[in-house]
């Protein structure tokens, strides 16, 4: 059968009183997109329409300064299997406490042999 192209998927966390103004601002980039919000929490999960060869580049020419720019954190919960994302594409630059975890995390596994390869970041 024909199997129905991934959509770009995006999950992102705002203010709630941010949420109307990021959903027009997101309804310019992309008219084509569905969102689903829920009043009072500020989560939105957000089904977009770009042709998969764009959607690296629209995350991060577009997509995540939006975002940003209203104060809130988006991660990339689905896209298409030929659009090939790195770590900071799907989860964004690490914030403010990436620091604090990777100094807890050296402090008490210096060796690394806890989990190797599955912490925030791998440099």
Not at 8 to 17: N, Y
Not at 22 to 48: M, Q, T
């Amino acid at each position: 059968g024909l199997q129905t192209p991934t959509p770009l998927t995006v999950q992102i966390g705002v203010l709630p009183g941010k949420t109307v103004c990021l959903i027009e601002r997101l309804r310019k980039l992309d008219p084509d997109c569905s969102i689903e919000a829920h009043a009072g929490d500020g989560i939105l999960k957000v089904r977009l329409s770009f042709e998969p060869r764009l959607v690296a580049e629209a995350i991060a020419d577009r997509l995540r300064p939006t975002v940003t720019a209203a104060g809130g954190r988006m991660i990339v919960l689905a896209h298409p299997p030929e659009t090939d994302l790195d770590c900071p594409a799907v989860w964004g630059p690490p914030g403010d406490g990436a620091t604090v975890m990777r100094a807890i995390k050296d402090r008490f596994d210096p060796k690394g042999i806890l989990n190797p390869g599955r912490f925030v970041y791998e440099s």
